[in-house]
C-alpha cells in the first residue's frame, strides 16, 4: 500500500503538470510543492485536496471496517477515547 507522500508524489508526477503551475494553482511557492512531492513536509488537509485537485485527483475519506481497525492491528497505539 502507498503512503501518502507516495501517492501525492505521484500524483504530481503523472498529472504533467510544472511544479510552478501546480504552486501558483494552491497558493503557495515551487519549493513548498516540492517539498510535499518529496515528504519533507505535510500538508494541512485543505491543502492537500487543493493539490489533489490541480493534479485530477479527488480526496476520499473512507471508514474502516472494524476488522481492519489500526488500533487492533498495532497495539502500540492507544485506542480512541469514547466520550
Not at 43 to 60: C, F, K, P
Amino acid at each position: 500500500m502507498e503512503t501518502l507522500t507516495e501517492q501525492i508524489s505521484r500524483a504530481i508526477n503523472e498529472c504533467g503538470l510544472r511544479l510552478t503551475y501546480i504552486a501558483r494553482a494552491v497558493q503557495v511557492s515551487r519549493g513548498t510543492v516540492g517539498k510535499y512531492k518529496d515528504g519533507k513536509i505535510g500538508a494541512n488537509i485543505e491543502r492537500l485536496q487543493r493539490i489533489m485537485t490541480v493534479a485530477g485527483y479527488r480526496l476520499v475519506l473512507e471508514k474502516i471496517p472494524p476488522k481492519e481497525d489500526i488500533f487492533r492491528k498495532d497495539r502500540r497505539l492507544p485506542p480512541p477515547a469514547m466520550d
